[in-house]
Antibody, heavy 115, light 114 residues
Framework: EVQLVESGGGLVQPGGSLRLSCAAS????????MNWVRQAPGKGLEWVSY????????YYADSVKGRFTISRDNAKNSLYLQMNSLRAEDTAVYYC????????WGQGTLVTVSS | DVVMTQSPLSLPVTLGQPASISCRSS???????????LNWFQQRPGQSPRRLIY???NRDSGVPDRFSGSGSGTDFTLKISRVEAEDVGVYYC???????????FGPGTKVDIK
């Protein structure tokens, strides 16, 4: 059974930092690109960042470019999102998703940016 | 950037009746490799999104056959042949043809029971 389990969310002050993790199992993680997708409260889905299977190609949405960093550790079957200079508008549930254009999703982790 | 639109944004349906959601893209979604990367997702209340359909018309594993996808170029449709109570939720179309950005979602269509 495929599982993607996010962790690391929480309450952080504006300007602060947070690191999200996603533990993958049940599929060959190292063979597939992965993504972070977020959903602000009551809003739709927004793609945030992409990383290829070997980490050689990385993309970010304009809204997070220069502030967020995606990475992965294929030996640990794990995906990460380092989020710096957080803003109120970054408040959202963050989902780890991947496998052939988002065939697998995690349960999400809530990030709240507020003073 | 490609813009995805959906209609309607709200769809009250009667149990056992068909339902249809339209999705349009601002550019053709035919990729240079010949594939059309248009996918449909379902998000039930309080749950993570789940992909139902990939590349226009291919159902994901475990998806009931009452769900079907069709279309080409810039116009696409998700159909539910007979709506069941478990189909309540928000449905999103998403394009994965034009990079960057990698994926662009439609605004979502909320399906509920009349």
């Amino acid at each position: 059974e495929v599982q993607l389990v996010e962790s690391g969310g929480g309450l952080v002050q504006p300007g602060g930092s947070l690191r999200l993790s996603c533990a993958a199992s049940g599929f060959t993680f190292s063979s597939y690109s992965m993504n972070w997708v977020r959903q602000a409260p009551g809003k739709g889905l927004e793609w945030v960042s992409y990383i290829s299977s070997s980490s050689s190609t990385i993309y970010y949405a304009d809204s997070v470019k220069g502030r967020f960093t995606i990475s992965r550790d294929n030996a640990k079957n794990s995906l990460y999102l380092q989020m710096n200079s957080l803003r109120a508008e970054d408040t959202a549930v963050y989902y780890c998703a991947g496998w052939l254009q988002l065939g697998y999703w995690g349960q999400g982790t809530l990030v709240t940016v507020s003073s | 950037d490609v813009v995805m639109t959906q209609s309607p944004l709200s769809l009250p349906v009667t149990l056992g009746q068909p339902a249809s959601i339209s999705c349009r893209s601002s550019q053709s979604l035919v990729h240079s490799d010949g594939n059309t990367y248009l996918n449909w997702f379902q998000q039930r209340p309080g749950q993570s999104p789940r992909r139902l359909i990939y590349k226009v018309s291919n159902r994901d594993s475990g998806v009931p056959d009452r769900f079907s996808g069709s279309g080409s170029g810039t116009d696409f449709t998700l159909k539910i042949s007979r709506v069941e109570a478990e189909d309540v939720g928000v449905y999103y179309c998403m394009q994965g043809t034009h990079w960057p950005p990698i994926f662009t979602f439609g605004p979502g269509t909320k399906v509920d029971i009349k």
